[in-house]
């Protein structure tokens, strides 16, 4: 893959994107762990004193389990989708292989996802769970997720060039899958004939198999890792085949 | 000698709604094939370029200039003819295109040759030359927008011709320099058209383009008007000029 063989070109474009968000900002890298504590804080407060669900123990932690992938998930989609609009000037002038513009924005992001898996793992060991081998699943997990979302932005960078809708498309997308992933309720109450269908969604089978590992010390069921594995391929390969398909036509459009 | 640059009754077509373009719009055209209204940006151009050759081109605002520039770096595809080009491309086709304002020079620098082509060990051999014949001192790690726009040029410049490119494309580009810079250039450029690089050069600067090139070609309205020795070419187009003064190109083409 091609991708790939533009390492040295790939690693100074995401150094970029990570410099050029923390310039001039006094708190910095901080503001990576604000939103998810922030989120923490007010989804906590409203469902351990406003609809109180006393099944969840250690809702802070429980709710972090899923803000952080999703967090991931939906900045990285956005930044990734407008990637190839906010470098015009870079995918107009400069001939360079293209797939690298969406994807190290993306990969940019996967540096905010590391520093707030960081701020999670801190928050699980601080609410008593220990380490434990199936942690040894999480590079797998996350991994996986970084690969899906590099697809999807791939597919949806290049249909942003010709359809400027698709930016928004995403975001109402993100708004939706904030409800329909697991983040402040639990999979297990999810009614059996949806559970099928929630596995498939990657980013809740990132959440589920995240809580598995870190909060029940448990490994994750392996029909949730092929499926995973699955869907995440399958994006980067749409993604790869619709990006190649329409790169040609970009600088005459943007 | 073989050509570097090769085309064969090139167009470039753009239509007129490119862009608002809607979904619906789109779906329409798709299906109906509603008839859209060509503009051509080039129109059957041909042209051979030799290997070490040096081209200049000229003409009016919107003739087409940035256009066949593009294609020739490999930016875009002509809709109709063939494009043939050999060798690696580098093209300052912009001033800095892929520069960022809070980033140091050093940092723009780096990225900027990775973005050319240049490997991490190409640039660690190359970065000391680079710096130092961009002349920007002391200012390297200070934000690039604390730099001049001629010493953002020199940065840019001095990375683009330090890529060791077979086929190099300037557009207009050079005007922002002064005069030392400008000579530093042009005497870089002859350094490295004895080693045997191609240039293509696109600038409202005669004098300029009469020193770096010893081709021509005039473009008006997408086709070519004329094609021969530089001279030549650029005192045709600008009798032209002064023919019709009104028109007169003061602005990038």
């Not at chain 1, 900002?25 to 604000?34: A, D, E, N, P, R």
């Not at chain 1, 089978?205 to 594995?229: D, G, H, Y």
């Not at chain 2, 660690?124 to 001049?148: C, Q």
């Not at chain 2, 005669?206 to 090139?213: I, P, V």
Request: with cysteine.
């Amino acid at each position: 893959m091609r991708v790939f063989r533009y390492g040295f070109l790939l690693r100074n474009l995401i150094v970029r994107d990570f410099k050029i968000r923390y310039r001039n900002m006094s708190l910095g890298v901080f503001w990576s762990l604000l939103n998810p504590l922030v989120m923490m804080g007010v989804l906590t407060f409203i469902f351990t004193k406003v609809f109180p669900n006393p099944s969840i123990k250690n809702f802070g932690v429980f709710v972090l389990c899923g803000l952080v992938p999703y967090n991931f998930f939906a900045v990285a989609w956005v930044s990734g989708t407008t990637s190839l609009l906010n470098n015009a000037a870079l995918v107009k002038r400069v001939r360079l292989p293209r797939e690298a513009v969406p994807v190290s924005v993306v990969l940019a992001n996967g540096i905010h996802f590391l520093i707030q898996i960081g701020l999670l793992l801190a928050f699980v060991l601080g609410a008593g769970y220990g380490v434990n081998p199936h942690w040894l699943w999480l590079p797998l997990i996350f991994g996986l997720e970084v690969v899906f979302v590099c697809g999807l932005s791939l597919a949806s960078s290049a249909m942003d060039v010709f359809f400027r809708d698709v930016r928004y498309i995403v975001e109402s997308t993100n708004t939706v899958l904030f409800w329909l992933v697991p983040i402040f309720y639990s999979f297990a109450i999810i009614p059996e004939q949806y559970k099928t269908v929630y596995q498939f969604n990657p980013v809740a089978a990132v959440v589920m198999a995240c809580r598995l590992i870190l909060l029940e010390n448990r490994q994750p069921p392996f029909s949730i890792l092929w499926k995973l594995t699955l869907v995440s391929t399958v994006a980067l390969l749409i993604g790869l085949a619709v990006f190649r398909r329409s790169k040609r036509r970009f600088a005459d459009y943007l | 000698m073989a050509s570097a640059i090769e085309f064969r009754h090139v167009s470039k077509i753009y239509y007129r709604h490119h862009t608002r373009r809607f979904f619906h719009r789109y779906l329409m055209e798709r299906m109906r094939r509603v008839p859209r209204e060509p503009f051509y940006a080039l129109r059957d151009v041909s042209f051979e370029l030799e290997e070490g050759g040096s081209l200049a081109v000229v003409g009016p605002n919107g003739a087409g200039k940035s256009t066949l520039l593009s294609l020739i770096a490999g930016l875009s595809f002509p809709d109709e003819g063939q494009v043939e080009v050999r060798g690696r491309v580098a093209g300052l086709l912009e001033l800095g295109s892929g520069f960022h304002p809070d980033l140091t020079g050093r940092e723009n620098l780096v990225v900027y040759a990775s973005l050319l082509g240049l490997s991490r060990k190409e640039l660690r051999d190359r970065f000391d030359e680079i710096v130092e014949f961009s002349g920007i001192g002391d200012f390297l790690d200070e934000p690039l927008r604390t730099y001049s726009a001629g010493m953002i040029l020199r940065l840019a410049f001095s990375v683009a011709i330090h890529v060791d490119a077979d086929i190099m494309l300037f557009d207009e580009i050079l005007a922002v320099g002064d005069q030392a810079f400008q000579a530093a250039c042009l005497e870089k450029i002859r350094e490295l058209r004895r080693k045997g690089s191609t240039f293509v050069c696109v600038s409202h600067s005669s004098e300029l383009l009469k020193r770096l090139c010893t081709r021509g070609i005039w473009l008006e309205g997408g086709q070519v008007v004329r094609d021969g020795p530089v001279a030549e070419v650029v005192e045709a187009y600008q009798l032209s000029l002064v023919a019709h003064a009104h028109s007169a190109g003061t602005g990038r083409g």
